[in-house]
């Protein structure tokens, strides 16, 4: 798959500069899809068989005119694509239109001949909401066909407006080859509905505590549109990127050079798997994805290259050491990764394991709008939600079993420009300094990452930066990216939000009657020993085993003595020796 992207890069013409984006080199994180396979054909011997390419939605907005969607009791009108890919003329077929799965329009097609496309049409009176439209062609399976499953096609109404502009010879390909892979598709239409099933079906299951319900929005393709070989760009730009830079009526624009096909991307007619373009194109998903105005996650990615003619980005020294490629922040692979970014899946090169909670929550963040600032790959507002930060940051520092690190020292290097694309350099100089308090805590800014505003393109990708703790004569690196605060925000928390560093190495020996670990003895312990008190000889209740303070197998007065004496008061360090 990354195979697809490196030829969606070579289709086009080479850019002054900083070009396009690299492909993912590799994604460490997340979970495998499995692959989706369609039903089996109908029939395989017939030679027949009937499709239905897409549905347009009419009449079409520009999606930044004032109005720019259709309004409860509008008129709208859907536009449904029927044609004919056997090898015979079809003499009559019905077919039926169905609301939210309900009948509400039908007719017939008669002597449908060999390659023809009908149009046929039903309008409503626009509703808000969530409804879907579905269009049947032979819904009582009258004619025997080659393939049953690209009989209908059915779209959310409120989808997000998807255009395709693809090249004779590539539909042509597509129409002839197919077939090849034995899961119903007959032509590129259906090849380009497979693609947009699946990015519907990620998104129904990116279910995570950020997006509970999943990415909200659906897609639909509205438009398809056939051009003789070599017509992309009709209107500058990239073939692929800016197909159809005059088109505002779509949200999400690719097109399909005749070039496409010199390589081998489309070669495997065969072989229906998440690996295979031909079947799922997983590099398109994730193209789409950055037209949608998601990032490249790869980008927050670190490495240290100078030994092999490139550019270290961590540029620290400990000491005498330098501390990339060091015990304190060793090669993860090939002798340069330092880091891999959190949250990996789609957008950081794992087409086949769908959206990741970034990218869910992203996409959330502007479910059910329109395009802003471009309908291609890249708007002007591509990653502007990593700008989303809560106004008060709290990193607690804690030891292995959840106590905290008190007093701890902690250092912030960020990250400045660099070569290329998602360039960063993270130099020897500390740039904020904290130390945690009794709970473990550091209390840090709205933007501890740069003075400025968080960029993520080329030359610069100040998104991530480097945490030097020290604790008890003990050091540690840490890697922190900013998701971990956009989704702190995008959870509500958008003026305090908590994160937690766990350190491995001794701790300072914590004051027993401190139960909740926030560094001093007060009426909130109190609460906890009153909770637990079971009298001389009681039974101890789960969960109240730290309020034993005499080493007894009861909490009772002799218990509540030792607690009395300990008492530091609300705020104020409690005495390590109290217990003694």
Known sequence: MIAGLLLHALAVAASAGMGLPPPPPFSPAGKPAAPVVAEPAADPASTADLDVANIERTPRYNYDAAKNNPAPGDLVTFSGHIRNTGDGTVASVSYEWRLNDAPVASGTLTNLAVDEERVVTWSWTWQAGDHWIKLVVDPGNVIAESSEVNNQVVDRTNGIIVGFWVEQSVYDYFGTHQKDLGVGSNSWDDWAQRQMGFWNQFSQNAIYPT??????????????VVVPDGALPLAGGYPTNHPDLGDKTVDLMWGFPATLLDGSMYSNHTSASMGNPFYYEGSLLHELGHARYLIDTYGFDVHNTAHNGGHDSIQIWEGDIYVGGSSYMPYLAWGEVLYYNKYGMMMSGGYDEGWSEYDAGALNRIAGQRACCGNYNAPGNIGVFLN?????????????????????????????????????TIDNTPDLEFSTDNAGYAHLPRNPFTAGSIQHTYGIANSIMVLRISHLDQIWYRFQEVTDFNIEYWRGNTQNAYYSIELPGPNETPVSADFDGDGDVDQEDFGHLQVCLTGSGGAIVSGCENAVLDGDTDVDAADLAIFVNCISGADVSADPDCLD
């Open 388 to 424: 989303d930060l809560p106004a008060n940051n709290h990193l607690r520092i804690t030891d292995e079993v959840g106590q905290p690190r008190r007093g701890a020292n902690v250092r912030i290097y960020r990250a400045t420009s660099g070569p290329g694309w998602y360039g960063k």
């Open 211 to 224: 997006t509970p319900n999943g990415v909200l929005d659906r897609v639909r393709i509205d438009k398809i």
